[in-house]
């Protein structure tokens, strides 16, 4: 019998009405916005109202790093979710949103996976609620106002040499990233270089996912800084070019979170989506904190591996917005293993424990890394059918070894009936209380140690390359009064170095430092590390060549 694809299995969902979803939250039809039956929106006022409500608990999954074999982060995710849900726990899922880049790209969607799914799919992984197109607009408003005050007479002395804001949009788009700009004549502007960064990097997106509200959204647009003056040094600001407002505006609806639903009717928070290899990766902290106030458990997701997402999880996302996770699942694969174990893609069908043991070696390293923050780990393997039980047992034995322990799950195929042994270890971990949180790094050490901190304690690597240019920056930066920030590493997701093919747990090597950026408005440095682009290309066979309508008007081919 064929097994049915993801969009298959989607489509013959039994939803609820959207309002239905709410009232099992406790929010009423009054403070939800739909948009059309199975999507709404949950209003601002709503929101404030919670803030007396006591916390739940909070679970983030993370994973080792990609491989082409797969791990499945967000299925777990969702599963996890619905397999509390199942064993009689009031449990809430918070994901990002989809970027159209990947979608058409070579990732796929962002919805899950077989049984264990948030839908509407196709609408999660296409235009959605349009908050990717607000955010959008609302940055290349703040770009057009840039360069119309350069054409109108420059009142602020903007050195067009020293524009620092560039476009975005949301697809991956190679030729953009770097144009020259207002070619053309007198009337179209002064010429300058420029270039195009993909949605998911932009500065408004990780401030529309750090705002804590309306007000704290529109000052931190504000603090946005987009160009200097002709000394080098003097900033000018969003707010100078009084955009900030306008911004705000586009941005209104976008920073109400999205509720939808799992495939068996669990309720989820769907809401940003920066990139964790360019940007911080997680979903937004008013989704999140919302969360914490309307369910006993939430559990969220950071992008890509522990040593991107989860850094920046709890580094960025937990010392900003005053949160800390009860426990870790790691997410792994055994097909995973044999890939980091030296296995080609085409032989992970053939049983091959000795490859399995060798590449466990990657997530060991994780499990070190994650627990230097005090908070318990737990694996959860992500079941295949071709898997062994002796290369299952080869996993549990190494994880046991590690000081931590794996649980087989099987929610692609069974949905929370695969997830109930995950769901109820990870509740007997949060009752154990144990937790003890700490960022690997404090606020008030220089910038360039925080990078140092994070390459040594997470990539494990000897030393940090970055020239002299980019040290005084830094220090330019600290005099600045910017030296708290939090420093957001952006680098190739495929491996703790900066090479993708080198796979397994590399020690030794060095991390390039190529570009730093200062996201005022976000509160973070942006550290660009080794070959990685903030605008990726397609693909040599894009999805998008397979993506299309079937004879009955159905969405064929996004997964």
């Not at 360019?278 to 969220?300: E, F, M, P, R």
């Not at 830094?474 to 952006?490: D, K, R, S």
Request: glycine share 10%; proline share 4%; aromatic share 6%.
């Amino acid at each position: 019998m064929a097994v049915k694809t993801d969009i298959e299995i989607a489509r013959e969902a039994s939803k609820l009405p959207i309002l239905e979803i709410g009232k099992k939250l406790g929010i009423p039809s009054t403070s939800m916005v739909p948009y059309g039956h199975d999507k709404a929106k949950v209003s601002e006022a709503f929101i404030k109202d919670q803030a007396g409500r006591e916390d739940g608990k909070l679970i983030l999954v993370t994973a080792i790093n990609p491989t082409p074999a797969g791990e499945g982060k967000t299925t777990t995710t969702v599963g996890l979710g619905d397999g509390l849900n199942a064993i009689g726990k009031n449990a809430l899922i918070c994901i990002r949103e989809a970027s159209l880049g990947p979608c058409f790209g070579m990732k796929g969607g962002a919805a899950g996976g077989g049984y264990a799914q948030v839908v509407p799919m196709e609408d999660m992984n296409l235009h959605f609620t349009g908050d990717f197109h607000a955010i959008t607009s609302a940055h290349n408003l703040l770009a057009a106002m840039i360069d119309n005050h350069i054409y109108w007479g420059n009142e602020l002395e903007i050195d067009s040499r020293r524009v620092v804001w560039r476009r975005v949009m949301d697809m991956n788009d190679r030729a953009l990233r770097q144009i020259t700009a207002s070619l053309g004549g007198a009337t179209n502007g002064f010429p300058r270089e420029a270039g195009f960064d993909i949605t998911v990097a932009s500065e408004v997106m990780a401030i529309l996912c750090l705002a804590t509200d309306l007000e704290d959204l529109e000052k931190r647009l504000g603090d946005i800084i987009v160009a200097y003056r002709r000394d080098k040094v003097t900033p000018i600001y969003c707010r100078d070019l009084k955009a900030d407002g306008a911004m705000a505006v586009l941005l209104k609806d976008a920073m109400q979170p999205n509720l939808v639903q799992t495939l068996e009717n669990n309720p989820a928070f769907v809401h940003g989506g920066p990139f964790a290899n360019i940007a911080h990766g997680c979903n937004s902290v008013i989704a999140t904190k919302t969360a914490l106030k309307l369910a006993d458990y939430v559990v969220t997701e950071a992008g890509f591996g522990a040593d991107l997402g989860a850094e920046k999880f709890l580094d960025i996302k937990c010392r900003k917005a005053g949160i800390a996770p009860s426990a870790v699942v790691l997410v792994a694969t055994v097909r995973a293993m044999k890939m980091n174990g030296g296995v080609a893609k085409e032989d992970l069908n053939s049983e091959n424990v000795e490859a399995v043991v060798s590449g466990c070696a990657n997530l060991g390293r994780h499990i070190e890394n994650l627990k230097q923050y005090g908070v318990p780990v737990v694996v959860a393997i992500n079941h295949f059918t071709l898997d062994t039980e002796a290369e299952i047992a080869a996993v549990k034995e190494y994880v046991s070894s590690q000081g931590s322990e794996a649980v087989v799950c099987k929610h692609w195929a069974h949905g929370s009936d695969g997830t109930k042994d995950l769901a109820s270890r990870v509740v007997e971990i949060i009752d154990e209380d144990k937790a003890d949180f700490a960022p690997i790094y404090g606020d008030d050490i220089p910038l360039m140690e925080k990078i140092e901190a994070i390459a040594r304690k997470i990539y494990r690597a000897e030393d940090v390359q970055a020239d002299q240019a980019i040290r005084d920056q830094l220090t330019a930066w600290e005099e600045a009064g910017y030296g708290h920030l939090p420093v957001c590493i952006a680098k190739t997701q495929y491996s703790f170095s900066t090479d993708p093919n080198e796979r397994g747990a590399p020690v030794g090597h060095s991390i390039p430092v190529r570009e730093v950026r200062l996201s005022a408005g976000a509160g973070f440095i942006v550290v660009i590390c080794g070959a990685i682009m903030t605008m990726p290309g397609l693909p040599r066979v894009p999805s998008a060549e397979v993506i299309r309508l079937n004879e009955e008007g159905q969405i064929d081919g996004l997964f």
